[in-house]
């Protein structure tokens, strides 16, 4: 949270970012990276930039009402919703070259009004809330409250290169303060604004950035030094890396998607984490699948989906989807696990993963795939919602396959 108003050229920056995010439709991070490339901003000043940024986005529709804009007049009247965004948090104004004023007495009794609307106080689209209500019931006010938070920083030891208390040494001679996550083995909470990706630490592949609730994914894999692993939707390679160090680099782990780009990203992360049993595989037809039947110890499926437990860290998707997207994901779901399955050995293990915490693609899809295939039987499933550990949501199941 902020003690003191943003600066001129900070709100320029934030009202630029968020303005590729609402008039141009570009991904939050890209507007970031765009913005920020080129500047020597301090980490703190970026921190407190992409904090504002993304607590717009997170309740954009709260504070669109309490200014009395639309949200697609952001690009003429972003700096009116700005001001109004500092005086609800009890801020003074910054200083901006051009800006609209607000009325304090109009916006108190917008705010008022916004309390009486839970969906509106938490930052929730129509859309989402119907869905939320539909597929999570009694649980879905809290999650929605959840995801109005800021996302907490996280990074994950590379356990092929040091231990937490090393890696916690090391950070804080760099001047990045860590804390243990006592539920976690391998995660460290980042408390500092420090700017992560220009240590020595990071260089070193000491440490990754990923969520400690993806940590607990990549932890449920439980591979073993010389198995043999695939990650099917490796994608850049988060949860493989961390499955590298599970392996001690020994065994045989192949990190599989349908984008070579993310596949090449993958390869210059784990060389960096010395992770050196990682091979790469392009899926060019279910060939590419097919050639593996029945071989694998371990397969992960960490399935494309509608990334509705992630919404604290890319609020900027909820204003962008629609409801309609996830059938169409649901049916990919299940494509994937029904014939990526396939590549799981008799006593060998299936994990299915999501970031979503919507029923409809985590146990439902799990229940439907079981009836489907009395071959495989379920070991445990968990939902991780993001109002019970402060993590990002995500939902995992473990199965085993019990015969061909
Ligand atoms: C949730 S992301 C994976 C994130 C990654 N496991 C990580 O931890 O960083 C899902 C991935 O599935 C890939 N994908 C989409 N359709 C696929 C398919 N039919 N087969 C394999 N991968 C697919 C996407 O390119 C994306 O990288």
């Not at 609800?88 to 916004?114: C, R, T, W």
């Not at 043999?228 to 890396?241: H, I, P, Q, W």
Request: neutral net charge; aromatic residues 6%; charged residues 25%.
């Amino acid at each position: 949270m902020l003690t003191f108003p943003l600066s001129g050229s900070s709100s320029e920056l934030v009202l630029n970012v968020l303005t590729m995010v609402l008039s141009q439709g570009k991904p939050l991070d890209r507007a970031y990276s765009h913005n920020f490339s080129g500047l020597k901003l301090e980490p703190s000043e970026q921190a407190r930039i992409t904090f504002v940024a993304g607590d717009i986005l997170r309740r954009l529709n709260l504070y669109c009402f309490i200014v009395d804009i639309e949200q697609h007049e952001f690009d003429r009247l972003g700096s009116k919703l700005l001001n109004g965004w500092h005086l609800f948090h009890g801020l003074a104004l910054p200083k901006m070259q051009y800006s609209l004023q607000v009325d304090q007495k109009q916006l108190n009794e917008k705010i008022e009004a916004a309390k009486l609307i839970p969906t509106l106080w938490d930052g929730c689209p129509e859309w989402l809330d119907t869905l939320g209500q539909a597929q999570l019931g009694d649980k879905w006010p809290a999650e929605r409250a959840a995801l109005t938070q800021a996302p907490r920083r996280f990074i994950r030891v590379n356990e092929l290169k040091t231990n937490r208390e090393k890696l916690m040494t090391s950070l804080a001679k760099e001047g990045v303060d860590t804390q243990i996550v006592a539920t976690v083995d391998s995660a460290l909470e980042v408390t500092s604004d420090s700017a992560l990706f220009r240590t020595d630490s990071f260089q070193k592949g000491l440490f990754e950035q990923q969520d400690a609730g993806s940590q607990l994914v990549a932890a449920a894999v439980d591979a073993k030094p010389g198995m043999r692993v695939v990650d099917a939707c490796a994608g850049a390679g988060g949860k493989t890396l961390h499955i590298a160090a599970q392996m001690q680099g020994k065994g045989r782990l192949l990190a599989m998607d349908i984008e070579q780009w993310k596949l090449d990203n993958l390869k210059t992360r784990a060389k960096r984490a010395g992770a050196h049993n990682v091979e790469t595989r392009i899926i060019a037809s279910s060939k590419t699948i097919k050639r593996l039947k029945l071989t694998a110890d371990r397969v992960l499926l960490d399935v494309p989906c509608s990334g509705l437990g992630v919404l604290k860290r890319n609020p900027d998707s909820k204003w962008r989807d629609t409801a309609e997207r996830l059938p169409v994901l649901i049916d990919l779901q299940k494509q994937i696990i029904d014939s990526y399955s396939r590549m799981v050995k008799v006593g060998g293990m299936l994990i299915y993963a999501t970031c979503s915490i919507m029923p409809d693609e985590n146990r439902n899809q799990v229940d439907r795939f079981l009836r489907d295939n009395p071959h495989f039987s379920l070991i445990e499933d968990e939902t991780i919602l993001v109002s019970e550990q402060g993590f990002d949501g995500f939902y995992l199941a473990k199965m085993i396959r019990n015969a061909e």
